[in-house]
């Protein structure tokens, strides 16, 4: 299949080298010094896990024009980026199916603009790799898991995709989960994640330094949970309702399970690595969270808390720059 992946950051490119090492013709829409790096070296990528190294030569584009025709096209960006796109991806004619991947608060919102302007009427999903990492030196450092998870559904409940997403996955290392509704699974993430950048930035991005903060770490269970009660009072569900039900019943476990992970490359990579890069994004999804926790009106002290980490943070390197 003819594949566009729009963006070329950790999860945008393993999802171009994967979907290209199977057989798709894969192009990266992508612009400035990553379009020269890209032309120029290929798409490199150090797999941290497998320990290997790999180098793709691939396809680069700056933008997608209306006349353009993809199979699918993937929208890997921050959640903060993607409304500069949407007129783009409206204007185009020829491609049938947007997958939007990524952290997303506003899924509704974007399904709706896309409908409300494009003329085709193309199919719109959102979807999620299990996948972190950073970009450094021209290449990706990536961890991954051996078959990472991709996260995939609609809005509405339909399944008239999953022939296509089956077909475009075929003999992929990608374990597809399939969801009745996407914006439950997307919100809930953003319930589970806030936390873990809270603790970061609480670290100064070098989550070694709290490793053996006991209060710090309980704090940050505290919040997941205190996040999903928000979301739940608020009408949505859990997704996966048993992450939750795990993190209540095994708490101990997953206790020793996150101090064991920020005293780790493993944290670093996954964690805080993300959060030092993207620290306008996670901005961006602390505003959705405390969006949601005003309107529930319930308590949410540890949230609370633990925010102003991440403000004192983002204050600081906006003053930098």
């Not at 057989?23 to 320990?51: D, M």
Request: proline fraction near 3%.
């Amino acid at each position: 299949m003819k594949i566009l992946i729009y963006g070329a950051g950790v999860l945008g490119s393993y999802a171009a080298h994967e979907l290209k090492r199977v057989g798709h013709e894969v192009t990266i829409l992508v612009r400035g010094k990553r379009y020269e790096a890209l032309k120029e070296k290929g798409l490199v990528i150090r797999h941290w896990l497998q320990r290997k190294t790999t180098v793709d030569k691939i396809n680069v584009v700056k933008e997608l024009l209306p006349e353009d025709r993809y199979d699918v096209t993937f929208i890997v960006m921050q959640s903060s980026q993607v409304n500069a796109i949407l007129p783009a991806i409206s204007a185009n004619v020829k491609c049938p199916l947007f997958i939007f991947v990524g952290n997303e608060d506003k899924a509704k919102e974007i399904s709706e603009k896309i409908k409300n302007i494009s003329t085709s009427n193309p199919r719109i999903l959102f979807g999620f790799f299990s996948i972190g990492g950073r970009r450094e030196d021209g290449k990706v450092i990536s961890i991954h898991t051996k078959h990472p998870d991709f996260d995939i559904g609609d809005l509405d409940g339909k399944n008239d995709y999953k022939t296509i997403i089956e077909a475009i996955f075929k003999a992929t290392i990608f374990k597809i989960k399939f969801h009745t509704n996407m914006d439950d699974f997307l919100k809930t993430h953003i319930a589970f994640i806030m936390p873990l950048a809270y603790l970061a930035y609480m670290s100064n991005c070098d989550l070694r330094k709290i490793a053996g903060n006991k209060k710090a770490s309980n704090a940050t269970i505290d919040s997941i949970i205190e996040g999903c009660d928000v979301l739940v009072k608020l009408g949505y569900k859990i997704d996966p309702e048993s992450s939750l039900n795990f993190l209540k019943n095994y708490r101990r476990v997953v206790y020793f399970g996150l101090k064991i992970c920020v005293a780790t490359p493993v944290g670093r990579l996954a964690i805080s690595d993300h959060c030092k890069s993207a620290f306008n994004e996670m901005e961006y999804l602390d505003k959705a969270l405390l969006e949601w926790t005003k309107k529930s009106k319930l308590p949410t002290p540890n949230i609370n808390k633990l925010r102003e980490y991440l403000i004192k943070y983002v204050i600081t390197m906006k003053y930098q720059t």
